[in-house]
């Protein structure tokens, strides 16, 4: 458990780090836009692509802490063991759906963006570093999953 809790500190600070750096990024967007007339070509990119990683890291973040929607009506009628029951079938089918659509079509579009050498228009950065959030995200949803089914913490 321990490891968990240290995967969950330092994936809170990157999402602090990731919020503050588009915070002065849009305040550096809106500044030089009204105050210099002359907007900065790559904020709303960073901006943009700093959001996506806030989104998909942020998704991570709250499955591991376990505080995403759900709708209880089911378990809400089954009893204890049930319960336990479903929800262990139901953290197996997000295993399955994260490794699928996450970790393997992530690493596929990954690989697609380098292999055609996409770039951003304004940052010039290569988009599959921007897309490889996609199957880290999904690798540290599969943890946290995978964590909860093991030490039954359900």
């Not at 602090?16 to 007339?37: D, K, P, S, Y």
């Not at 399955?96 to 990954?110: N, W």
């Amino acid at each position: 458990m321990e490891l968990r809790k240290k995967v969950d500190y330092v994936l809170g600070r990157v999402l602090a780090i990731i919020m503050g750096v588009m915070v002065v990024n849009v305040l550096w967007q809106v500044f030089t836009r009204f105050v210099v007339g002359t907007p900065s070509s790559f904020t709303d990119e960073l901006a943009r692509y700093l959001m996506i990683w806030v989104g998909v890291l942020g998704a991570a973040y709250i499955s591991g802490r376990r505080m995403h929607v759900a709708i209880d009506l089911l378990p809400a009628r089954l009893n204890k063991d049930g319960q336990a029951k479903l929800k262990k079938f139901i953290n197996w089918i997000i295993i399955v759906f994260c490794f699928f659509a996450l970790v393997v079509g992530g690493l596929r579009l990954v690989y697609i963006t380098f292999s055609l050498g996409q770039y951003s228009p304004a940052l010039q950065i290569p988009l599959g570093v921007v897309y490889s959030i996609i199957p880290i995200s999904g690798i540290l949803i599969i943890f946290y999953k995978l964590t909860d089914i093991l030490n039954k913490e359900l």
